[in-house]
């Protein structure tokens, strides 16, 4: 079974940084994409960074320029590095990944999911 489990949440003050970081487990063969989302309070979830497995990436225009997104495929990992944080980015950050992975059920099979972790909660404020 994968599981893919956030991890750095805080509180920071305005113009302070955070690192988030999403670790996958399981028979995982491939990471093909992974994103960070976020929802804030009374809000839609919005998409914040996307990487693939080629490392190209994507970012909402709210996080250009002050987050990057990385991934570590030795690790399974991936990273949402945040700088320049502003009272607005405070929200549940959520990490997706579309991931490749070996099932057994009397043969083995590859399957190919989407999987969410469970969220972590950044608060900007001074």
């Known amino acids: 079974q994968v599981q893919l489990v956030e991890s750095g949440e805080g509180l920071v003050q305005p113009g302070g940084s955070l690192r988030l970081s999403c670790a996958a487990s399981?028979?995982?063969?491939?990471?093909?994409?992974m994103r960070w989302y976020r929802q804030a309070p009374g809000k839609q979830r919005e998409l914040v960074a996307a990487i693939t497995s080629g490392d190209s990436t994507t970012y909402a225009d709210s996080a250009k320029g002050r987050f990057a997104i990385s991934r570590d495929n030795t690790k399974n990992t991936g990273y949402l590095q945040m700088n320049s944080l502003r009272p607005e980015d405070t929200a549940v950050y959520l990490c997706?990944?579309?991931?490749?992975?070996?099932?057994?059920?009397?043969?083995?099979?590859?399957?190919?999911?989407?999987?969410w972790g469970q969220g972590t909660q950044v608060t900007v404020s001074s």
């Open positions: 399981g028979s995982i063969r491939s990471i093909n994409a």
């Open positions: 997706n990944a579309d991931i490749t992975s070996v099932i057994y059920d009397g043969a083995y099979f590859l399957n190919r999911e989407d999987y």
